[in-house]
């Protein structure tokens, strides 16, 4: 083969490569990027699916253009919502899949999100948040001092996860979730206050069938990172002292602390034909806020053992709660199976079943740190 035949076979190649990856090239003005993929169901059971796309023009009011459509699947809704937008409609910029609290009481919803799967060029790193009410009532509220409702939620997971007061679960991460036997699925929860305003409110804990199963306050969310061992920033807590009276219509029996480094661990055996489960969680604290008098120098050892007393119980009541739903956000499925794979074997088709029987003990030590500037 001559040196020009050899050009031409290089040159062959190179425009077959160039062409074969623009083929499906679409041009950014004639394309209508949606920043939020909402997905409900109405009082029928009919399939809703919502979407939010930005407006870039300085010739219209609106920031955002909001769309919702009744389909049957969600790649059917793709063509209806092209039809309302002045573009081809993609998926590929979605920050934020909004799940409505109807969807969530239905078992294997999950299976409708297998087009953001089927297309390679879509990203995995959505947020998914669940809607504690009929989407069409955040879709339109649409606040005209507020960014970009997408937008709006992302930051609001972004960094309340940050602080371990929700939790952010990605597309990838509610797929591994999902089919992971080990662990339940769990999503950052949002819903609006009694004045119209985006409140978020914790997490949404699901079954293994991706039914809605509870709901955890921030508080509670706090607890549940640091059972997972999620937890990368130093938390704050508020605790009531027993012991301590209230003055006048102030909350004064309050005590506010700040833990970081926390250390959990989790001991797993098998006995009795029941897991048996022992955590043991170490909580440096930093005291932030003290209501009421206390000489922290003189009786330190006695303050930390009423904390310690006191986050024992909420982490027993939070363990309860998730044993009586027979969920496993914390995921000590995945311990069962590392430790005693032999009876977790057994059981792993029905997990939620073993947990609920399962002995689980909480223990707590405290140390305080510092107790600020303020004597």
């Avoid at 934020?96 to 879509?122: C, P, Q, S």
């Avoid at 339940?184 to 039914?211: C, H, R």
């Avoid at 989790?266 to 022992?278: L, M, N």
């Amino acid at each position: 083969m001559n040196k020009r035949h050899s050009l031409l076979l290089l040159l062959a190649i190179v425009a077959a490569v160039v062409v074969t990856g623009c083929y499906d090239r679409v041009d950014l003005e004639e394309q209508s990027s949606s920043f939020l993929a909402g997905i409900d169901l109405d009082q029928q059971n009919n399939l809703l699916v919502y979407s939010t796309n930005p407006v870039f023009s300085r010739h219209v009011n609106e920031k955002s253009q909001e769309i919702g459509v009744k389909a049957g699947t969600l790649r059917q809704s793709r063509g209806l919502l092209e039809a309302r937008t002045i573009g081809f409609f993609s998926n590929r910029k979605v920050q934020i899949i909004l799940l409505g609290k109807r969807l969530l009481e239905h078992e294997n919803w999950y299976r409708l999100l297998d087009v953001f799967l089927r297309d390679t060029k879509n990203p995995l790193t959505q947020r998914v948040v669940a809607f504690d009410g009929a989407i069409s009532d955040l879709i339109d509220l649409n606040p005209k001092d507020q960014p970009l409702l997408p937008i709006m939620l992302r930051g609001m997971v972004d960094s309340k996860s940050a602080r371990s007061e929700s939790v952010n679960t990605t597309f990838q991460e509610l797929d591994r979730q999902m089919f992971e036997s080990g662990v339940t699925p769990y999503i950052s929860g949002v819903g609006l206050d009694k004045n119209k305003e985006i409140v978020m409110f914790g997490t949404t804990l699901l079954d293994k069938k991706g039914k809605y199963a509870s709901s955890l306050s921030i508080s509670e969310t706090i607890l549940l990172q640091i059972l997972q061992k999620n937890v990368k920033r130093p938390v704050s807590y508020t605790l009531r002292i027993p012991g301590e009276s209230k003055s006048g219509p102030f909350h004064t029996d309050r005590l506010s602390i700040n833990a970081e480094n926390i250390k959990t661990k989790i001991k797993t055996s098998y006995r009795e034909d029941r897991f048996r489960f022992v955590i043991d969680i170490n909580m440096p604290v930093t005291l932030t806020e003290r209501l009421y008098p206390y000489d922290v120098r003189g009786h330190g050892k006695r303050l930390e053992s009423l904390i310690a007393e006191q986050m024992k119980k909420r982490f027993e009541s939070l363990v309860r709660t998730l044993q009586a739903q027979k969920i496993d956000p914390i995921g000590l499925g995945l311990y069962a199976r590392a430790h005693e794979y032999k009876h977790y074997k057994d059981v792993q088709e029905n997990w939620g079943e073993a947990l609920a029987e399962a002995d689980i003990q909480v223990a707590v030590k405290v140390t305080i740190r510092s107790m600020g500037p303020v004597k």
